[in-house]
């Protein structure tokens, strides 16, 4: 008897995992949707915290992985502020001050403007396919939306988030969910696709909702993209730091 429960429970474990669907295959899907050769994307940032809220509205360029530059368009008194990312190298420009910063080192994982966004956050690109090793753990429903559910481990030790927590949309793709995680499996901040829009001809997010844990201050942080468009021509000499001060 004991012999035959444990024949139809393994027999069960391997319908169920013959049921699940392939982790890298499903990982090269969504990275399919969310990349692009280039970008050109006009986006606001509503920061709310219990003192109120707070809007900024930016205009970025980004290449790849290794390149990305951001303009902020308003409010008046950040109109101009500057970022530049060429591979693992972070540059600010304020024009009040006419001073270039470089940002490194543990300044990444500080907040942006009072954000739940880091600067590592704002400026990363990063392919999840080549930089963690997935797999499929279940599935759930978010937001009325049939997701799998994938568990992440950071490939490299210079990776922001170490551990990650994926909601995956069986049908289009997109990550509706994110957990992100220590080392230590400390959960720092969630994430959440609250609205998509067809752009190109793919589903993409439209509202995206970002909360540090940490900060117990914060309401979270919504990043709404207004504008996007994908593989355009972007001039050359936006990624130099001359751009900055341009």
């Not at 990982?27 to 219990?50: L, Y």
């Not at 930089?131 to 490299?156: H, K, M, P, Q």
């Not at 969630?190 to 190109?200: H, Q, S």
Request: hydrophobic share 40%.
């Amino acid at each position: 008897m004991l012999r035959r429960i444990a024949l139809v429970s393994f027999s069960m474990l391997v319908l169920l995992s013959a049921a699940l669907p392939n982790a890298d295959e499903l990982v090269k899907k969504m990275d399919k949707v969310m990349a692009s050769e280039t970008q050109k994307m006009t986006s606001k940032m509503v920061i709310s915290s219990n003192r109120g809220s707070r809007t900024i509205t930016t205009q970025s360029y980004t290449r790849g992985e290794d390149y990305s530059f951001t303009e902020y368009l308003a409010p008046t008194r950040e109109e101009g502020i500057k970022m530049l990312k060429i591979a693992d190298d972070l540059w600010t420009y304020d024009p009040d001050a006419d001073r270039t910063i470089s940002i490194s080192g543990h300044m990444l994982r500080q907040s942006i403007n009072g954000s739940d966004l880091s600067y590592e956050d704002m400026m990363s690109d990063e392919t999840i396919n080549e930089d963690y090793e997935a797999i499929v753990v279940g599935e759930d429903l978010i937001f009325d939306r049939a997701c799998w559910v994938l568990e992440l481990i950071a490939t490299s030790t210079d990776i922001a988030y170490p551990k990650r927590k994926l909601w995956i949309d069986k049908e289009r793709y997109l990550p509706l969910r994110g957990e992100y995680f220590a080392k230590s499996g400390k959960l720092l901040k969630r994430m959440e696709i609250r609205e998509v829009m067809m752009a190109d001809g793919r589903w993409y997010p439209k509202e995206m909702h970002y909360k540090d844990v940490l900060n117990k201050k914060s309401l979270g942080t919504s990043f709404i993209i207004e504008k996007i468009e994908f593989d355009v021509e972007i001039p050359e000499y936006l990624f130099t730091k001359a751009a900055l001060k341009k």
